[in-house]
């Protein structure tokens, strides 16, 4: 999940994590460290697995809403062109749901060494994304994150009330729910159709011990839209992570020229459907 600008983060725990029974099981009194937290209460956990090497527990809280099982099919969809985690296994009790993987070398782009090097990063991170664009096939993904998809998701949410506009970026707190999803309707023509990440934020590209780009995580939004609604996300979380400056070194790592236009409405899109 992305570093947000606002009082409901992502990143990695502030304070003992605590285990929840499942993971606690699934551990079985092997070394391990919590190594994210999520604004929804999500947890992962880098463990050390029999063979001597780090398998990763993910676990996400019932109450978040989230269907792990939506990130498993898409990894085994996308591991056929891509080095993405390897599903290890799952499951789920009352608590929560959980997906086992096994590591993928590199390190986030977010660790305190790439946050230091913003250049390589960002450098990273773009040419991982347009290798992700070229080598994932558009007729045969079965999976879909269009605008149209999108939207009618947001509109549902709005009814709900589960949107708050207090949690958006500063850029946008100036609209109400319904300007903003009169805005989205009016979605900019496609530039080039490609498979998405689906959650492009800086965190989510792993690099090598030599800066370079090794692999992808978190995919449970993997699916077909325009290259500009993960372009837009991945640029603009250079900003929460590293600082201004580095939107244009990442799209030039990706080789394509700024685009205000598609960057603008697709950052709306993901206030409105993260």
Request: glycine share 8%; charged share 25%.
């Amino acid at each position: 999940m992305c570093l947000f600008n606002d009082p409901v983060t992502s990143g990695p725990p502030e304070h003992d994590a605590r285990l929840p029974d499942a993971v606690r099981t699934l551990i079985a009194g092997r070394d391990f460290d919590a190594v994210w937290e999520n604004e929804l209460g999500g947890l992962t956990f880098a463990v050390e697995s029999d063979a001597g090497d780090r398998e990763f527990i993910k676990w996400t809280p019932t109450s978040a809403g989230i269907d792990l099982a939506r990130e498993i099919v898409r990894l085994r969809w996308a591991r056929l062109w891509l080095a993405v985690p390897r599903v290890l296994g799952h499951g789920q009790d009352a608590e929560g749901a959980w997906l086992i993987t096994a590591a993928v070398p590199g390190e986030s782009a977010v660790s305190p060494r790439w946050t230091s090097d913003p250049k390589t990063a960002v450098t990273a991170i773009g040419s991982g994304l347009r290798l992700l664009h070229d080598a994932l096939p558009v007729r045969q993904c079965p999976f879909t994150w269009s605008t149209e998809s999108r939207i009618a998701t947001a509109r549902r949410r709005a009814a709900q009330g589960d949107i708050d506009p207090a949690n958006w970026d500063d850029a946008h707190k100036y609209l109400t729910v319904s300007e903003a999803l009169d805005l989205v309707d009016a979605a900019p023509s496609i530039d080039r159709l490609v498979v998405c990440h689906g959650d492009a934020c800086a965190p989510n590209t792993l690099l090598t011990a030599d800066g370079a780009f090794s692999g992808h995580v978190d995919l449970g939004s993997l699916g077909v839209a325009d290259r500009w609604a993960d372009l837009a996300i991945a640029t603009w979380s250079t900003t929460w992570n590293y600082g201004p400056g580095w939107e244009q070194p990442l799209l030039a790592a990706y080789g394509v020229d700024p685009d205000p236009e598609r960057s603008a409405y697709y950052r709306l899109l993901w206030d409105l459907d993260p």
